[in-house]
């Protein structure tokens, strides 16, 4: 079904006459909550770039192309099982995937790992645990979300849903693959609802993939509730096509003393926004939000974090750096809001980057905004270049510019790198930056962490006897 | 100056509110309220312009009626009237003035009071003082002394009478007046202001002031300050300015355009204590001011200091223009609210020219019920090759009801510049305070140390006689804002 209006007015035509087919599954929350949402759509539109939070990502050059955007399941043309062979050494992960936004159906809607995890679809969630599923779904989202999440929560189809009940550590990291791999350019929603009960654990990757050289557009919404004392590691692997546009949004509401670590890491992608929103909702909580981005070529980065210290008593610290070649462009957006009476609030920001040619741009708006006293809060972004010190000592040892070069990004980066925790999974992302810092890495034909080929070591050609 | 400021200042405090309240009884003339091209018309009429001036304010004033006024800043306010503010009020003038006895002793009285003797005594001091009565510059001090050295210090009226040519050239040269909302208001409405033109290789042997005053009632304040520094020149300028205490806000959106040629150098400090309304927050002057400055040649350098107290919202953004290679932008700032004051602050640095450099140290006190915004934009530009800055922006507050903001744009866009940007927020610590008790210094004089120690970096930049005023201004406005 493949029409050529513009995406918005297309989305608007679909819910109009497709509405039945979309609600057929609902249960009656949601039709509200679709409606409700649809309504704010149709007044909104998708943002522009007179607002202020997205004057400097353009997204209008996406609305170029036409992307097909189906209500039904979207089928792949290879074999699923295929696609999803997927491992990282030493590293044993449960899966759940997604196809073209759909879930892949391997054991059935849901089920129940022997930890007590609970995942599946969020299709199936919402009937197997309506109670669960109402009390957190659209409740963490932003009050007056942009257009991308109002057509998300309208359209919304299916997506990951997790629930870690109270006091389960799960064993094994969760993983959520997500592909696209369609011969048309598609238009793919995804929603995804992630609770952790009192006291629970949870780690969790989640990796954005493209599988074919198509465009596609990718519009992700993901809740995250985090009960008292819970502890959840998210990382987030992006690697997509040059012609892929990524919109993330990621809501999390933090009970008192829970924890959160996320570290978004983005490889490749033609045009990626990351809205991250912690709202940090009881005394004790914690929120380290770090990520990574590596781009080149024309692509186009744009990190929206928002961390608000709704009461007193929380810490945060945000640190995100980047490395910028070609004409490539980087965004980065942190605000911290700190509540009246948010009192004994701690929160770090800050963005550091390196710009490689004279084309390359950053635009880096560090926000504060604090309305308690007894806080402190800090800030700090920095954009500069290699050190030529740093290279002159290298240089002066024998080592070639290119290595050289090579080792102090590499230097550069590994400060994100060494905060994951997963040993397997940080050899592997070191591998990776690795690779990408020597242009190696292209999108995978395969799962971003099973790259096809054999194993095969990574090493700078330096002698570090000569260091 | 007195040794131990400190001491003076807790004195100061503990009397006095707003001491520069005062209203002169002075006959003033007024334009009819509102604004039409009538106006305009009116105000030039009235100030003798040549046809081309007219020609400049009609064309501001239609741009002007196509512009919306900006809401992005920080700060909140009922919606301005412009078809309530008089445009035009001038202490009424017999005939022009050939020395001082023959100003009104009213005048000169409230002058005085405000520590602004325009007297020739004022010659120890070595002060030329340009003084600006609602919207009309009264007197102009040492001008003799000045045109020596063919620097040529006088009301923005006079410049337009004697020296077309000049400002022709400049004006609208770095804010044009399609600049912003308050830029083509001012451009279509000012009444007066300062112009001052430095030669090639003079440095200025005095500090140069200008005064400002509001006076009558419901009017507004328009004034345009020109400054340029021809090659090799140099001149510090310093802006002071006052209003009465009313219930009603009064507006006050000024230009200030500086232009440094090769190697000038400008200094601009403001020390800005615009009446910042009641306790309540009733009254105060809105402070809508557009500042840029352009380093037009190579080498040339302008650096603003600005100590910002007063004002019950203040709104505005010293900038610098580096166009030329090896140019030099700073800013200094302290901007401190109190009780329901709003400030949104800061500065832009411009990066065009070759191995430029930018300082900014942005200081925010916020007391009671205020809030205190730093905005600042640096941007380097793909030619700017080699560009530096440095941003450092501290937020201090003290209570529980204020808020402190800090909402900088950092762009680069070439891989050779380096910019770092820092920031803190952060309360009087405890143990600062613990130690000062300790040592016998009670917890009021301690919060006064420690403040002015805190603005001390911006303080040691103004000239002297402003750091004093100043060091003052800062204690008086924290006033009852401690405990």
């Known amino acids: 079904m493949q029409q050529q209006l513009p995406l918005d007015s297309m989305l608007k035509e679909q819910y109009d006459t497709h509405r039945e087919e979309l609600i057929a599954r609902d249960i009656p929350t949601v039709t509200n909550l679709r409606d409700k949402a649809f309504a704010a759509f149709q007044k909104s539109g998708f943002p522009d770039s007179s607002q202020e939070k997205w004057r400097n990502t353009s997204i209008e050059d996406l609305w170029e192309d036409t992307f097909e955007h189906q209500i039904g399941i979207m089928k792949s043309d290879r074999n699923v099982e295929e696609l999803f062979r997927c491992e990282v050494h030493n590293f044993d992960t449960e899966i759940v995937s997604l196809l073209n936004g759909w879930h892949v159906k391997n054991d059935g809607d849901?089920?129940?790992?022997?930890?007590?995890?609970?995942?599946?679809?969020?299709q199936a969630a919402m009937k197997v645990y309506p109670a669960l599923f109402e009390k957190h779904f659209c409740q963490i989202c932003d009050e007056n979300p942009n257009g991308f999440v109002s057509i998300n929560t309208a359209m919304m189809q299916d997506g990951v849903f997790i629930y870690v009940p109270d006091g389960v550590v799960a064993e094994k990291t969760i993983q959520i693959i997500k592909m696209i791999d369609r011969k048309e350019q598609v238009f793919v929603q995804t929603r995804n609802l992630i609770v952790l009960g009192k006291n629970s654990q949870l780690s969790l990757m989640h990796c954005d993939d493209s599988i074919n050289q198509q465009s596609s557009l990718v519009n992700t919404v993901t809740e995250i509730f985090l009960d008292e004392n819970a502890s959840l590691e998210l990382y987030k692997l992006q690697n997509l096509n040059d012609q892929s546009g990524l919109v993330n949004s990621t809501f999390v509401r933090q009970m008192a003393s829970s924890n959160l670590k996320t570290n978004t890491l983005t490889f490749n992608c033609g045009l990626i926004r990351n809205n991250i929103t912690v709202n940090l909702d009881g005394a004790g909580a914690h929120a380290d939000v770090l990520g990574l981005y590596l781009m080149d070529k024309q692509q186009h980065i744009d990190n929206q974090i928002q961390i608000n210290h709704n009461v007193a008593h929380c810490t945060s610290n945000e640190l995100f750096k980047g490395i910028l070649d070609d004409e490539a462009s980087a965004v980065f957006n942190g605000y911290i809001y700190v509540a009246r009476d948010a009192q004994k609030t701690n929160a770090y920001q800050n963005n550091n980057n390196i710009l490689l040619k004279p084309t390359a741009t950053i635009n880096t708006m560090p926000f504060l905004e604090i309305y308690a006293d007894d806080v402190k809060c800090s800030h700090g972004a920095t954009i500069g270049q290699l050190d030529q010190e740093a290279m002159f000592y290298l240089r002066s040892r024998g080592i070639a510019a290119d290595n050289a070069r090579l080792l102090l990004m590499y230097a550069f980066a590994a400060d994100i790198i060494n905060h994951i925790s997963i040993e397997p999974l940080r050899q592997r992302i070191d591998d990776m930056v690795k690779k990408r810092l020597r242009g190696e890495l292209s999108v995978c034909d395969k799962c971003i962490l099973h790259c096809g080929a054999p194993e095969k070591q990574y090493h700078f050609d330096i002698d570090l006897s000569k260091l | 100056?007195?040794?131990?400021?400190?001491?003076?200042?807790?004195?100061?405090?503990?009397?006095?509110?707003?001491?520069?309240?005062?209203f002169t009884d002075i006959d003033t003339e007024v334009a009819p309220k509102g604004l039409t091209e009538d106006t305009i018309r009116f105000i030039s009429a009235k100030k003798e312009e040549p046809e081309w001036m007219l020609e400049f304010r009609l064309k501001a004033f239609r741009h002007w009626l196509t512009l919306e006024q900006p809401e992005w800043a920080h700060?909140?306010?009922?919606?301005?009237?412009?078809?309530?503010?008089?445009?035009?009020?001038?202490?009424?003038?017999?005939?022009?003035?050939e020395s001082l006895d023959e100003v009104d002793p009213e005048l000169l009285d409230t002058f005085n009071k405000l520590g602004i003797s325009l007297d020739e005594q004022k010659r120890l001091t070595g002060v030329a003082v340009d003084a600006v009565i609602d919207s009309v510059s009264v007197k102009t001090t040492f001008q003799d002394t000045l045109a020596k050295h063919g620097i040529i210090f006088c009301s923005f009226s006079e410049a337009v009478r004697n020296h077309p040519d000049l400002v022709k050239q400049y004006m609208g040269s770095v804010v044009p007046y399609t600049d912003n909302y308050f830029a083509a208001l001012n451009s279509a409405v000012f009444s007066d202001g300062s112009f001052c033109f430095i030669p090639k290789g003079v440095r200025c042997p005095l500090e140069l002031s200008t005064y400002f005053r509001i006076n009558a009632a419901n009017t507004g304040q328009f004034e345009r300050t020109l400054i340029v520094a021809e090659a090799g020149s140099y001149v510090s300028y310093m802006e002071g300015c006052t209003a009465p205490m009313r219930d009603e806000n009064q507006l006050h959106a000024a230009?200030?355009?500086?232009?440094?040629?090769?190697?000038a150098e400008v200094k601009y400090s403001t020390v800005q204590n615009w009446y910042p309304g009641d306790k309540q927050g009733k009254g105060g002057v809105y402070n809508f001011v557009t500042k840029r400055g352009m380093c037009k040649g190579h080498h040339s350098k302008i650096s603003w200091t600005q100590v910002e107290t007063g004002s019950s919202i203040t709104w505005k953004y010293p900038s610098c223009v580096l166009m030329?290679?090896?140019?030099?932008?700073?800013?200094?700032?302290?901007?401190v609210t109190n009780n329901y004051q709003q400030a949104d602050t800061g500065t832009k640095m411009i990066h065009i020219g070759k191995n430029t450099r930018s300082t900014i140290i942005s200081k925010g006190i916020s007391a009671g019920k205020s809030n205190n915004s730093y905005r600042g934009l640096v941007k380097i530009l793909p030619g700017a090759t080699n560009s530096r800055n440095f941003s450092q922006c501290d937020s201090l507050l003290l209570g529980?009801?204020?808020?402190?903001?800090?909402?900088?744009?950092?762009?680069?866009?070439?891989?050779?510049?380096?910019?770092?940007?820092?920031?803190?927020?952060?309360?009087?610590?405890?143990?600062?305070?613990?130690?000062?008790?300790?040592?016998?210094?009670?917890?009021?004089?301690?919060?006064?140390?420690i403040v002015n120690g805190y603005a001390k970096e911006v303080l040691n930049k103004l000239p002297m006689e402003f750091a004093?005023?100043?060091?003052k201004l800062l204690s008086i406005t924290l006033e009852g804002s401690v405990g």
């Not at chain 2, 230009?255 to 190697?263: G, Q, R, S, T, W």
Request: one cysteine or more.
């Open chain 2, 1 to 22: 100056m007195d040794k131990n400021p400190t001491n003076n200042i807790l004195d100061e405090v503990t009397q006095s509110e707003y001491k520069f309240g005062f």
């Open chain 2, 324 to 335: 030329g290679d090896h140019s030099i932008g700073e800013f200094y700032s302290v901007a």
């Open chain 2, 400 to 449: 529980d009801k204020c808020g402190a903001h800090t909402f900088p744009y950092i762009q680069a866009k070439n891989e050779s510049s380096i910019i770092e940007h820092e920031a803190t927020t952060s309360k009087i610590s405890e143990d600062q305070l613990f130690y000062c008790n300790q040592r016998g210094i009670d917890t009021e004089k301690a919060i006064g140390l």
């Open chain 1, 110 to 122: 849901m089920r129940t790992l022997p930890d007590g995890v609970i995942m599946g679809s969020i």
């Open chain 2, 468 to 471: 004093v005023e100043a060091q």
């Open chain 2, 75 to 97: 700060v909140e306010f009922p919606k301005i009237n412009y078809q309530d503010i008089i445009y035009y009020a001038a202490p009424k003038r017999k005939k022009e003035l």
């Open chain 2, 255 to 263: 230009i200030v355009e500086i232009v440094a040629m090769d190697e």
